[in-house]
């Protein structure tokens, strides 16, 4: 019960820091909102097309959106060697690194709100499709992408000559294709076996980088 207070509390921290300097989530939200009038400014889309490419979009915005500030995990415990800190208290560095994946994942779920409401608004497309699906499929792939980010945002923070989005990308790119297949089945109404499919395929990767992760946390920062 007292480990469950402490890594509430760490939750508590890191988002009350990160809504105390607003620069980063400003910047996230600017950032999204010009990729979002871009789309849909640059191109006559008739409803159909319009259909078609939102998927597209959509994870286009998220995952370049959020990129920067997921970067940035552990700037402060970088800078201020926190780090090693961590390694001599009762808080373990898993421990450190989950907090950090939830509170990120909180802050991502309530732009991703504000961002793919823009999109829907800025497009002109309904919402006439399974609400339950949509938000499922959206949570599944951010808790994949937080995950990753994250936990290279710590290795990115300890060896500088390592290009975080280098390694992401390619990772997530599997991750990626089940989330555009399944974006694109949810708005035009067509679930089928292939869409629950690609959601098992994307469930699958996120236990697998959940466990990946837990396992390499600790041997990371053992080999310090």
């Not at 950032?31 to 409803?47: E, K, M």
């Not at 800190?85 to 690194?97: A, E, G, K």
């Amino acid at each position: 019960m007292e480990k469950l207070r402490l890594l509430i509390s760490l939750i508590s921290l890191h988002l009350k820091n990160s809504f105390r300097n607003p620069q980063k989530i400003l910047y996230l939200v600017f950032f999204s909102f010009l990729i979002v009038v871009i789309f849909a400014f640059s191109f006559d889309l008739s409803a159909k097309l319009a259909y078609k490419i939102t998927p597209g979009i959509i994870w286009t915005v998220i995952i370049l959106g959020s990129t920067n500030i997921l970067a940035e995990s552990f700037k402060e415990e970088s800078e201020n060697s926190i780090f090693y800190r961590f390694l001599l208290s009762p808080v373990s560095m898993t421990s450190l690194v989950i907090t950090r994946m939830i509170s990120n994942l909180i802050i991502i779920i309530v732009w991703e709100f504000l961002i793919i409401s823009l999109i829907f608004i800025f497009l002109n497309l309904n919402t006439d499709f399974d609400t339950f699906w949509f938000i499922l499929t959206i949570f599944t792939g951010s808790v994949g992408y937080v995950m990753l980010t994250t936990f290279f945002s710590m290795i990115v923070s300890e060896n500088k000559n390592v290009f975080m989005a280098i390694i992401i990308y390619p990772l997530i790119l599997p991750l990626l294709m089940g989330l555009i297949k399944m974006t694109s089945a949810i708005i035009t109404n067509q679930i089928n076996s292939e869409f629950f499919f690609w959601l098992k395929i994307t469930v699958g990767f996120n236990v697998i980088y959940f466990a990946v992760i837990i396992i390499l946390t600790e041997i990371v920062f053992e080999s310090e």
